[in-house]
């Protein structure tokens, strides 16, 4: 078999049925991160500085798309367009068959280390996850992390996760407080999701799968400050989880399209604060913060703090982890250009720490 055709052909529309209607549907057919499409050989491209992707990421797909309407996500179901023309973290994810998604995640072995599925808000996403997550775990090399949708989803299926072999689970809680939440993702957009769900399922997540196995996304810049962000990943390190931030960056056509990305500063000191923090090397209330939330001291010596920067590896993406590397998932300039680099989807070199020190004592 030739490993690309089928691929090529999803993305120039093959399958597709009578007047336009698709019928390229999970769990038959998945959406595939770009930058895992690159990975896996499936789409021409170079990687900046040749990073790495270690973990392919994968989202379920359907013609009617996701329900729900997160004011900053490309998916989100009041901006126009049809689901399969959509971009999600400002670039293409284009569909694939899930058989041929395994043959090449399996000829590339020494490569990918992990497999994401994604979930979306749909109906079908959960029973379609369980069925995906089963032939993954089945016939993969690799362990596989799911991205899960709280909203669909019931104690009981957390424990089917397991069972059926993830080894590991993450929320994207995103919004550092519920205000934010309500106003970004649930009632203030019209949208479906609760703080109190997503928090439920977390928590009964690291009950299931143990402390240090759970994963919750923050996105920073949505209008919290520092200290509410810090204080956030406390309560999370408290209930046995890990956080892992993303920089919010503007997607086109959603509704914050016209919103400020955070400043290079309030990121840097809250990958410090995060660091410490997921390490267990220091806490929340032991900072201090000025008069506008800004942490102007993390609460441990100096020189602590000084061998962290210098090590970089708090700069770099977290996410679930590989073999060797601090996380599998690194997805290559997911929260900003690589002219601007947020999180480092690689090892820093001395030009990315002298950069980095310089942004971490930018108060804007």
Known sequence: MNENISALNTIKGAGNGENGVSYENSPDYLKVSLAAAMTLGLVPGMFYRNACLRCVNVLLTYDDGCRANCAYCGLQKSREGGYNEKSFIRVDWPVFKTDDIIDLTLKKKEMIHRICISMITHERAKGDTFDILKRFSGELHCPVSILMTPTILRHEDIDKFKEYGANMVTVALDAATPKLFDEYRGRGVGGPHRWEKYNDILEYSVSVFGKNKVGCHLVVGLGETEKEMIFRMQVLRDKGARSHLFSF????????????????????????????????????????????????????????????????????????????????????????????????????????????????????
């Open 249 to 364: 960056y503007q997607e086109k056509g959603s509704k914050l399209e016209n919103h400020p990305q955070c400043p290079a500063g309030q990121f840097r000191r809250l990958q410090v604060a995060r660091h410490i923090i997921d390490y267990d090397t220091g806490r929340a209330e032991d900072m201090k913060f000025d008069e506008s939330g800004k942490v102007v001291d993390f609460g441990i010596p100096f020189k602590n703090v000084a061998g962290i920067i210098e090590q970089g590896v708090a700069f770099q993406t977290t996410g679930c982890p590989g073999k060797t590397e601090i996380s599998a998932c690194n997805r290559p300039f997911g929260d900003s250009s690589p002219r601007n680099i947020r999180s480092f989807p690689f090892k820093l070199n001395e030009a990315d720490v002298a950069r980095v020190r310089r942004e971490l004592l930018e108060y804007d």
